[in-house]
């Protein structure tokens, strides 16, 4: 994956309006979880595990007239890169069960997350598919 920087520079130094209600809608969806999480976990769970954010990024790409293969990029990396992270839903409340702190439960749970991804682009490139 070569990232052309100057063009991201661009990118992040231009803003429009459409760009501050991708913001808000964005934050809303994330307050609106945690509000809810308040009351009942399970159905907090649930609306994060949804890819919403997944599906508002590929809707605002359609908006600005992205092409239909850059889309189908994003979605297929999306896939790619969500692999790796499931195993920390499963091992991060286990250590927290088992006692753990939250802080070194987390920096635990990250270090693997890296290292799974790094053994998954490995497994990848070995198949012939390169998502980095």
């Known amino acids: 994956m ?5 063009a991201l520079s661009r990118e992040l130094t ?3 309006w459409l760009d501050g ?10 307050v609106l979880v945690t509000k809810v999480q308040v009351v009942n976990d399970k159905l907090s769970a649930l609306l994060i595990a949804l890819p919403l954010t997944s599906l ?5 790409m359609n908006s600005e007239r992205q092409s239909p293969e850059r889309i189908a990029n994003h979605a297929e990396g999306t896939f790619w890169f969500v692999l790796p992270t499931l195993p920390m839903f499963l091992v991060l409340p286990w250590m927290l069960r088992k006692g753990w702190s939250f802080s070194w439960s987390l920096a635990a749970n ?3 997350t890296i290292a799974l991804f790094w053994i998954m682009v490995w497994f990848l490139r070995k198949c012939g598919l ?3």
């Open 21 to 30: 209600a991708k913001i808000l809608l964005s934050a809303f969806i994330i």
């Open 130 to 132: 390169r998502i980095i």
């Open 110 to 112: 990250i270090l693997m």
């Open 2 to 6: 070569k990232i052309d920087w100057e």
């Open 56 to 60: 508002l990024a590929m809707i605002w």
């Open 14 to 16: 231009t803003w429009s």
